[in-house]
C-alpha cells in the first residue's frame, strides 16, 4: 500500500506555544489530506481537508485560527496548532487518497501524539 | 443521526472461532466501504475495501456488503491474539468520495 509519514511522532509543549505538525505522501502525490484527531478510547474525528494550491476546508466546530493548515506541495501538508492548551492534548492523524483522482482508498500517517503541559 | 453506526463492544471470541463485525450506514449514496484496524495508540490500518454487493475475501478476512439493507460486515474467520484491536467501519460518498465518514469502532478481544 501507499505510505504517508508524519513528523514529530510524539511531542510534549508548554500551554501558549505553537506546534507544527508535517504529513508527507512518500510514494505518492496528494492533491487532498485530511487531518483527524482521536481522543482517547473516542473514534477519529475529522478535523479539516487539506487542498493543494488552496484553502483548507474545516469541519464545524474546528476553530480555522487555531489549527492552520498549509498544503505546500503534492507531498506534503502542515498542521500547526497556535497557541496550544492543555485540552489540545491528542492523538493527531493525517490521511491521503492514494492512485489519484480514481480511487477512494485512505492511508493513514502513524499520527503524532501531542501532550500540552 | 450518525452517519455511520458499529456496536462499541467489546466482543469477545475465543481463539480460534469467527469474529463478525457490523456496521450500518444512513446514506443510501454511500459508494465505498472499507474496514480499517487499529491497535491501541496506532493509527489505523486498511485491512478490506469493498465496493458492489456480495463478499469479498481475503485470506482470514471476509467483507460482506448489503447497500438495499445498508449493512457492511467484516468476518474474521480462526481468530487469532493478534486480532484483538479496534476495528473502524468508513464509507465514502458519491459526492464527495475523498471524505470518510467513521463508524466509532468496535473493540475485538480474541482470548488465548
Known amino acids: 500500500g501507499a505510505v504517508v509519514s508524519q513528523h514529530p511522532s510524539r511531542v510534549i509543549c508548554k500551554s501558549g506555544t505553537s506546534v507544527k505538525i508535517e504529513c508527507r505522501s512518500l510514494?505518492?502525490?496528494?492533491?487532498?489530506m485530511f487531518w483527524y484527531r482521536q481522543f482517547p478510547k473516542q473514534s477519529l474525528m475529522l478535523m479539516a481537508t487539506?487542498?493543494?494550491?488552496?484553502?483548507?476546508?474545516?469541519e464545524q466546530g474546528v476553530e480555522k485560527d487555531k489549527f492552520l493548515i498549509n498544503h505546500a506541495s503534492l507531498t506534503l501538508s502542515t498542521l500547526t496548532v497556535t497557541s496550544a492548551h492543555p485540552e489540545d492534548s491528542s492523538f493527531y492523524i493525517c490521511?491521503?487518497?492514494?492512485?489519484?483522482?480514481?480511487?477512494?482508498?485512505?492511508?493513514f500517517g502513524p499520527g503524532t501524539r501531542l501532550t500540552v503541559l | 443521526q450518525k452517519e455511520v453506526e458499529q456496536n462499541s463492544g467489546p466482543l469477545s471470541v475465543p481463539e480460534g472461532a469467527i469474529a463478525s463485525l457490523n456496521c450500518t450506514y444512513s446514506?443510501?449514496?454511500?459508494?465505498?466501504f472499507f474496514w480499517y484496524r487499529q491497535y491501541s495508540g496506532k493509527s489505523p490500518e486498511l485491512i478490506m475495501s469493498?465496493?458492489?454487493?456480495g463478499d469479498k475475501e481475503d485470506g482470514r478476512f471476509t467483507a460482506q456488503l448489503n447497500k438495499a439493507s445498508q449493512y457492511v460486515s467484516l468476518l474474521i474467520r480462526d481468530s487469532q491474539p493478534s486480532d484483538s484491536a479496534t476495528y473502524l467501519c468508513?464509507?465514502?460518498?458519491?459526492?464527495?468520495?475523498?471524505?470518510?465518514?467513521f463508524g466509532s469502532g468496535t473493540k475485538l478481544n480474541v482470548k488465548p
Open positions: 468508513a464509507v465514502s460518498v458519491l459526492y464527495n468520495f475523498n471524505k470518510f465518514y
Open positions: 490521511s491521503a487518497p492514494a492512485g489519484g483522482a480514481s480511487t477512494d482508498t485512505q492511508y
Open positions: 487539506s487542498n493543494e494550491g488552496s484553502k483548507a476546508t474545516y
Open positions: 446514506d443510501r449514496g454511500s459508494q465505498s
Open positions: 469493498i465496493y458492489s454487493n
Open positions: 510514494d505518492f502525490q496528494a492533491t487532498t
